[in-house]
């Protein structure tokens, strides 16, 4: 794993919520933390750009 933001070396940390502790990956370099839910909503954020780019070039109707 390395870090998106400068890539660095990442490591697990383990992290504590109030309820759950969860792991998520440190950059050793600049501090940056990644873990799933960050992760998993960049995907989805990505998809959802995707998602409207299609929308928009579909846009055209022919008559
Ligand atoms: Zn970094």
């Known amino acids: 794993m390395k870090c998106p933001k400068c890539n660095g070396l990442m490591f697990i940390e383990r992290f504590a919520d109030y309820f759950l502790t969860f792991h998520a990956w440190k950059c050793v370099n600049c501090g940056s933390v990644m873990d799933q ?4 909503n960049r ?3 990505a998809e959802m ?3 409207l780019q299609t929308v928009s070039t579909d846009e055209h109707y022919e008559d």
């Not at 839910?37 to 998993?40: H, K, M, V, W």
């Open 37 to 40: 839910t960050i992760l998993s």
């Open 43 to 45: 995907a989805k954020g």
């Open 49 to 51: 750009e995707l998602m």
